[in-house]
């Protein structure tokens, strides 16, 4: 996207919708996949609109600690939540571990069904943000191709694993 406050990725999944959404919301195999390369611990996992999903992701010493609140949930179609890095008690905090970067994100997820395919869309928006805030979010954006691509990359392995 040209915004300098939203990031997108596109991808196909060889894998059909319901395995797909299953990844994305079951908290068991979401685990797997979200935060590819550190241990993902959810805490609290309510697949409501206004529920809670209280994320660690742990490497080593280190935790990074966050809080996503579901706005809107369309089975097979669409989730949206609202992220904040958080402290130890998951009350709101600036990211410990970036400085500048955005205190809430818009993360939306579109599913669509293509065969024994599934197309998925993810929209990341800096919301509120300082100039400081969107200048780091613009230049960071480049790096969250890593992050979401690796768990791409964990959850093809996921779906084949349950295909076979």
Same mark, same amino acid.
């Given at each position: =996207?040209?915004?300098?406050?939203?990031?997108?990725?596109?991808?196909?999944?060889?894998?059909?919708?319901? =395995?797909? $959404?299953?990844? $994305?919301?079951?908290?068991?195999?979401?685990?797997? $996949?979200?935060?590819?390369? &550190?241990?993902?611990?959810?805490?609290?996992?309510?697949?409501?609109?206004?529920? %809670?999903?209280?994320?660690?992701?742990?490497?080593?010493?280190?935790?990074?600690?966050?809080?996503?609140?579901?706005?809107?949930?369309?089975?097979?179609?669409?989730?949206?939540?609202?992220?904040?890095?958080?402290?130890?008690?998951?009350?709101?905090?600036?990211?410990?571990? =970036?400085?500048?970067?955005?205190?809430?994100?818009?993360?939306? &997820? %579109?599913? %669509?069904?293509?065969?024994?395919?599934?197309? &998925?869309?993810?929209?990341?928006?800096?919301?509120?943000?300082?100039?400081?805030?969107?200048?780091?979010?613009?230049?960071?954006?480049?790096?969250?191709?890593? +992050? $979401? +691509? +690796?768990?791409?990359?964990?959850?093809?392995?996921?779906?084949?694993?349950?295909?076979?």
């Amino acid at each position: =996207m040209t915004e300098l406050n939203k990031y997108r990725i596109d991808r196909v999944f060889e894998a059909p919708l319901e =395995m797909v $959404w299953r990844a $994305w919301t079951d908290p068991e195999i979401l685990a797997e $996949w979200y935060g590819p390369g &550190v241990e993902t611990i959810i805490h609290k996992f309510d697949l409501t609109p206004g529920g %809670e999903w209280l994320n660690e992701m742990k490497w080593g010493e280190k935790s990074d600690l966050s809080r996503m609140v579901f706005q809107e949930i369309e089975p097979q179609k669409k989730l949206v939540w609202k992220h904040y890095s958080t402290d130890a008690e998951w009350n709101t905090i600036a990211n410990p571990m =970036m400085e500048n970067w955005p205190r809430e994100l818009l993360t939306t &997820v %579109e599913f %669509e069904a293509d065969g024994s395919k599934t197309n &998925v869309s993810l929209i990341l928006e800096a919301l509120n943000t300082t100039e400081a805030e969107l200048a780091c979010f613009a230049e960071k954006a480049a790096g969250l191709e890593q +992050g $979401w +691509g +690796g768990g791409f990359k964990v959850m093809d392995a996921i779906f084949a694993r349950q295909k076979a």
